[in-house]
């Protein structure tokens, strides 16, 4: 389990490079909404390598945050990454395929609003944060693919697009709020 805590990123990585070499053999099943809420996970896993090695999207967080306190732990890291990203966008296929498409729109957000949480946070502080690169190079085009792909679809509702953005507000904001109540347990138990 330590080496998991430690490395899940290199293995999402190397899983998000084979969901993406095997789009050649699945894409034209899938169709192109069904394929741009697949291809929202491995460029994910992809943007996650860039944010997370050694320890690096954690490390900004509890400096900026926290005053170099621990108030975002490596497990925490794992459970919102693993659970919120992966597993998160594996039931969403699972729903945008076999329920409603618009389902799709959650990965979809998800990926757009991590985007833009990282480009305002480059603009706030005037520097790079990490995922950056990858928020820009990858999670624009990506985003605004499935975005485009799944608005012109018939039954795609607003409703979905509220569902979808709603959805991947209140994963970012839980974020936030999980941090700031372990700053002020930290700061109480000192």
Do not use: C
């Given at each position: 389990?330590?080496?998991?805590?430690?490395?899940?990123?290199?293995?999402?990585?190397?899983?998000?490079l084979f969901l993406l070499a095997i789009v050649p053999i699945v894409?034209?099943?899938?169709?192109?909404?069904?394929?741009?809420?697949?291809?929202?996970?491995?460029?994910?896993?992809?943007?996650?390598?860039?944010?997370?090695?050694?320890?690096?999207?954690?490390?900004?967080?509890?400096?900026?945050?926290?005053?170099?306190?621990?108030?975002?732990?490596?497990?925490?890291?794992?459970?919102?990454?693993?659970?919120?990203?992966?597993?998160?966008?594996?039931?969403?296929?699972?729903?945008?395929?076999?329920?409603?498409?618009?389902?799709?729109?959650?990965?979809?957000?998800?990926?757009?609003?991590?985007?833009?949480?990282?480009?305002?946070?480059?603009?706030?502080?005037?520097?790079?944060?990490?995922?950056?690169?990858?928020?820009?190079?990858?999670?624009?085009?990506?985003?605004?693919?499935?975005?485009?792909?799944?608005?012109?679809q018939p039954e795609v509702t607003a409703a979905d697009h509220i569902?979808?953005?709603?959805?991947?507000?209140?994963?970012?904001?839980?974020?936030?709020?999980?941090?700031?109540?372990?700053?002020?347990?930290?700061?109480?138990?000192?």
């Open positions: 389990m330590t080496w998991f805590l430690h490395n899940w990123m290199y293995g999402g990585f190397i899983a998000g894409g034209d099943d899938l169709g192109g909404p069904l394929l741009a809420v697949y291809l929202q996970l491995p460029i994910y896993m992809l943007h996650q390598l860039e944010e997370h090695a050694d320890d690096r999207f954690r490390r900004v967080v509890n400096t900026l945050m926290a005053g170099g306190r621990e108030a975002l732990t490596t497990p925490a890291v794992v459970v919102i990454n693993v659970v919120g990203v992966w597993i998160l966008d594996l039931l969403v296929l699972y729903g945008a395929r076999f329920v409603d498409l618009g389902l799709g729109l959650i990965a979809v957000y998800l990926t757009l609003v991590n985007a833009v949480v990282h480009i305002a946070g480059g603009i706030a502080q005037r520097r790079y944060n990490p995922g950056l690169g990858t928020g820009v190079v990858l999670f624009l085009p990506a985003g605004l693919a499935g975005l485009w792909a799944l608005s012109g569902l979808g953005l709603a959805v991947a507000l209140v994963l970012h904001a839980a974020i936030v709020i999980h941090v700031k109540r372990r700053v002020a347990m930290l700061a109480g138990a000192a």
